[in-house]
């Protein structure tokens, strides 16, 4: 059974476009996360929500707009590329209410702009 | 906030040796640091972690350690395998309400 799942695996667009990534756990967990992972693969937290509630926010330009429907899905919006939004997106969920328990990745999204 | 810093950022040794890859983290409030592997182009897994209530935890041929008081915490690999090469992450996670990972340190084991 796959526990975190990401759509979709790649994503080559043009700069100025608009596209989303979908995220859906099916660990029942509470809390969800968006990563991004640089060319230097430096893993940076975006975002995070705990039953559909923002509690992360870090310093992300407003072009990205995470959404949350329900505790099990948590989807990434980004307008406007640009290309230095290239890099590997992650999802990841975790239960309870904090980092402080086992994070779950994804399989990643792989964002190429052009 | 919290601030990790992991060294090396390359390391590579030889099938059967031991590596050792260590971090340093800045808030004291922190008590949750979990380790994780990288493959090439897969996703990080958990391998292994530890609570700041305990001083090193084993599981088979990984190890850690953590000293609070230094505020640094460590991975020990013994009979390193091929299969071990990868990108290893720390993180550590305080009163943030979020994982700070570190660097990444690229491990190489040579046959």
């Known amino acids: 059974d796959t526990a975190v799942s990401q759509t979709p695996k790649y994503l080559v667009t043009q700069m100025g476009n608009d596209k989303s990534i979908k995220c859906e756990q099916n660990l029942g967990h509470d809390t969800m996360y968006w990563y991004k992972q640089d060319s230097k693969k430096f893993l940076k937290i975006m975002f995070s929500y705990n039953n559909k509630e923002l509690i992360i926010n870090e310093t992300v330009p407003n072009r990205f707009s995470p959404k949350s429907p329900d505790k099990a899905h948590l989807n990434l919006h980004i307008n406007s590329l640009e290309l230095g939004d290239s890099a590997v997106y992650f999802c990841?969920?975790?239960?309870?209410?904090?980092?402080?328990?086992?994070?779950?990745f994804g399989p990643g999204t792989r964002l190429l702009v052009l | 906030g919290e601030n990790v810093e992991q060294h090396p950022s390359t390391l590579s040794v030889q099938e059967g040796d031991s590596a050792v890859i260590k971090c340093t983290y800045s808030d004291s409030a922190s008590n949750y640091f979990p380790w994780y592997k990288q493959e090439l182009g897969k996703r990080p897994q958990l391998i292994i972690d530890?609570?700041?209530?305990?001083g090193e935890k084993k599981d088979q041929r990984i190890a850690v350690t953590l000293n609070k008081t230094a505020k640094h915490f460590s991975l020990h690999i013994t009979e390193t395998q091929p299969e071990d090469s990868a990108v290893y992450f720390c993180a550590a996670s305080g009163g943030a309400q979020k994982l700070v990972f570190g660097q990444g340190t690229r491990l190489t084991i040579n046959p």
């Open positions: 530890i609570r700041s209530n305990v």
């Open positions: 990841a969920s975790s239960d309870g209410t904090g980092p402080r328990e086992t994070q779950y």
